[in-house]
């Protein structure tokens, strides 16, 4: 059953991807390719979330996986690796916490300084912070390969003339 689970969230979060992707109107191939990764970050985060991780530290690893495998497509596909990045992440936005912190702050304004009022604030805490991190962790675990890995950056330029078979400057 778990298995059905996750095929079944890596197919919704790909459809989302590839309508995410359909704005700035990409080739057949990006969004195919979007919608590919989206699945497998959205698959790896869901079952990182069933072995009982954070939902913050399994979205930073689902990032990262969809950032480490969108490179070498990027680069065969001969297309930033940014466009498939960011549609591929846009199905893991914590939505629904950053709702919750909204709903809760409008309660609280409304029950402010009763004792209602505080079990309210734990709540926009809580739900706010949960959507402040996984954002960061998305973001951090998208952006650090790209700017670790990339051909362009100081140490995908070492990496690469090592793998051609020259020294580091």
């Known amino acids: 059953m778990m298995l059905v689970d996750c095929l079944v969230d890596g197919v919704l979060a790909s459809v989302a991807a590839v309508g995410f992707a359909a704005i ?3 080739t057949k191939r990006i969004a195919v390719m979007a919608g590919l990764l989206a699945a497998t970050g959205h698959m790896s985060r869901f079952l990182l979330l069933q072995a009982n991780m954070g939902i913050a530290s399994a979205s930073l690893c689902a990032g990262l996986i969809i950032s480490f495998c969108s490179m070498p497509i990027a680069r065969r596909c001969h297309t930033p690796a940014e466009m498939f990045v960011f549609p591929a992440l846009l199905p893991m936005i914590p939505g629904m916490f950053a709702y ?4 809760a702050t409008l309660q609280f304004l409304n029950t402010a300084g009763t004792p209602q009022g505080q079990a309210v604030l734990v709540s926009v805490v809580y739900n706010g912070l949960t959507a402040f991190f996984i954002m960061c962790a998305l ?3 998208a952006i650090l390969p790209l700017l670790l890995f990339h051909r362009e950056a100081p140490l995908g330029r070492t990496l690469h003339k090592l793998s051609q078979g020259g020294g580091a400057d």
Not at 100 to 103: F, T
């Open 100 to 103: 919750k912190a909204i709903l």
């Open 24 to 26: 700035s109107r990409p």
């Open 139 to 141: 973001a951090i675990g």
